[in-house]
């Protein structure tokens, strides 16, 4: 049961990346898959995650210039991340779990998680 997270990188301010979080060993078709970042010296905080179905919730914070997607045919997930801020250097995880809520789940909510990958946003 593993999670890989991938596609960090260092990108100047108001450029895009894009993550993704591969599953191996378990599907993550019924899953809730959110994405979690941690700055230096800061607590892990919920950036976004998606249901099954395909609903979706995003901190304020990213609101508007990530979105989360995935393809239960890869059984992948991914974070599109658009307009990046230098206050969005982070490490980012990825997480599955099987609790769905509209807004308000947190990292205690997801038991599977992947190894993070750094994003850098340079001003």
């Known amino acids: 049961v593993q999670l890989q997270a991938s596609g960090g990188g260092l990108v100047q301010a108001g450029g895009s990346l894009k993550l993704s979080c591969a599953a191996s060993?378990?599907?993550?078709?019924?899953?809730?898959v959110g994405w979690f970042r941690q700055a230096p010296g800061k607590e892990r905080e919920t950036v976004s995650y998606?249901?099954?179905?395909?609903?979706?919730y995003y901190a304020d914070s990213v609101r508007g210039r990530f979105t989360i997607s995935r393809d239960n045919a890869k059984n992948t997930a991914y974070l599109q991340m658009n307009s990046l801020k230098p206050e969005d250097t982070a490490v980012y995880y990825c997480?599955?779990?099987?609790?769905?809520?509209?807004?308000?789940?947190?990292?205690?909510?997801?038991?599977?998680w992947g190894q993070g990958t750094q994003v850098t946003v340079s001003s």
């Open positions: 060993g378990f599907t993550l078709d019924y899953r809730t």
């Open positions: 998606i249901s099954s179905g395909g609903s979706t």
């Open positions: 997480a599955a779990g099987w609790t769905w809520a509209p807004f308000g789940l947190r990292e205690g909510d997801f038991g599977s």
